[in-house]
C-alpha cells in the first residue's frame, strides 16, 4: 500500500511538470500510441513538443528485465526514460517510448518463455521505427537505446534509421559478459556454468541441467539464450554508417568505460562521450557505491544535464 501511495505521488509529481512546461516555450504533449503487431500489441507514449516545424523523432528503447517505457520495474521506480523524453522535449525533440512485450500495457503481447526470442525485441523496434518513418510529422528517426536496448536498437537501426545513439550499452557478447561474471565465482561453480555457456553459444541447448543452475539455465530460457549469444556489439555498430553517438556514464555499476570504448572503436565514425560521474540511471552520483544504488529508486532526482545536452548536440547536426 505505501508503494503504492509513493508512486502515486510520483506520477502527480510528474503530472504538473509537464502541466508547468505546458506554459512556456518547452511545452510538450504525450499521446498513447500502439504498434499492431502480428503477435500482439505494443503499447507506447508518443511526447511532442510544442516547438513548430517538423522535429526529429527519438525512439528509446529500455534495457533488460521487466522494464518498462519510463525505466521503471516492479522493484524500482526511476523514471529514467520519462524524464530522457521530457529533457529531449525541451529542446523541440519529439519521443517515442513503449512497454516491451509481456511489460505494462503491453503484457498481451508476452510469448511464453520457450518461444520468446532476442530477435522479437529486435523487430519491434524495427516495426517502431518503420511506423515512425512513415509519420510525416517528423525530420528523422534516431535510435537512442539504453542498456540491452543499446543492442537491440543498433540491429534494428541498420538500413532503416537516421541515427543511432547507445547510452549504457555493452561492449561485449552477453556469453563473455556472463563468463566474466563468473570469474568471481568458485571453481566449481565455473566447472558447471561454463560448459552449457560453450553449449549454447554452438547453438545447442542443455537437456541436464544441475539443479544449482536452474534458475540461470533452465530448459525453458535457453533457446533465448541461444538467440542472444548470437550477437557481438561490436560486430553490430561496425555495420552502422549512419552518425552513431556512445554514451557512458563513468559511475556505473553494471557498464564499463571500457564497453563504451570498445564500441567507439568498432566503430570509428561514432562520437563516444563519457559523462563524468553519472550512472546507470542517468544520475550524477559521487562514489559511494550505497548512495549510487539508491538512486535506482528514487524518481525524483534530475538526470544529467550533460546527457540530455549530448543527444541534442548530436540529433541537431545529423
Known amino acids: 500500500m505505501f508503494r503504492s501511495i509513493v508512486a502515486a505521488i510520483l506520477s502527480f509529481l510528474i503530472s504538473l511538470t509537464a502541466a508547468a512546461s505546458s506554459n512556456n516555450d518547452t511545452a510538450f504533449i504525450e499521446t498513447p500510441i500502439v504498434l499492431h503487431s502480428a503477435t500482439g500489441d505494443i503499447a507506447g507514449t508518443l511526447t511532442s513538443p510544442g516547438g513548430a516545424g517538423k522535429p526529429a523523432m527519438a525512439l528509446l528503447i529500455a534495457g533488460s528485465g521487466p522494464t518498462d517505457r519510463n525505466g521503471n520495474n516492479p522493484m524500482m521506480t526511476n523514471e529514467s526514460l520519462r524524464k530522457l523524453a521530457y529533457g529531449l522535449a525541451s529542446h523541440n525533440i519529439a519521443s517515442l517510448r513503449f512497454d516491451k512485450r509481456g511489460i505494462g500495457e503491453s503484457a498481451r503481447a508476452a510469448k511464453s518463455e520457450a518461444d520468446l526470442r532476442f530477435e522479437d525485441y529486435v523487430n519491434d523496434a524495427k516495426e517502431w521505427i518503420a511506423l515512425l518513418k512513415k509519420d510525416k510529422r517528423f525530420s528523422k528517426v534516431i535510435v537512442v537505446g539504453h542498456s540491452e536496448g543499446s543492442l537491440i536498437g543498433m540491429i534494428a537501426a541498420l ?6 545513439v547507445s547510452i549504457a550499452g555493452a561492449g561485449k557478447s552477453a ?3 556472463i563468463k566474466e561474471q563468473l570469474s568471481g565465482q568458485p571453481q566449481q561453480v565455473r566447472d558447471l556454468c561454463i560448459p552449457v555457456l560453450d553449449s549454447l553459444v554452438a547453438g545447442k541447448t542443455v537437456t541436464n541441467v544441475n539443479p544449482m543452475l536452474f534458475s540461470l539455465f533452465r530448459p525453458s530460457v535457453q533457446p533465448y539464450m541461444i538467440s542472444w549469444f548470437r ?8 555495420k ?3 552518425p552513431v553517438l556512445i554514451i557512458q556514464g563513468t559511475n556505473d555499476l553494471q557498464v564499463s568505460v571500457e564497453d563504451a570504448t570498445l564500441l567507439a572503436k568498432a566503430n570509428e565514425r561514432g562520437a563516444l562521450a563519457l559523462i563524468k560521474g553519472m550512472n546507470h540511471i542517468f544520475r550524477l552520483v559521487n562514489d559511494d557505491r550505497t548512495a549510487n544504488i539508491a538512486s535506482y529508486s528514487n524518481g525524483l532526482l534530475p538526470i544529467s544535464t550533460e546527457l540530455i545536452n549530448s543527444i541534442v548536440a548530436y540529433i541537431r547536426k545529423i
Open 240 to 242: 552502422l554508417t549512419i
Open 159 to 164: 538500413h532503416l534509421a537516421d541515427g543511432f
Open 231 to 238: 550477437y557481438d556489439p561490436q560486430i553490430e555498430i561496425q
Open 175 to 177: 556469453d563473455k559478459i
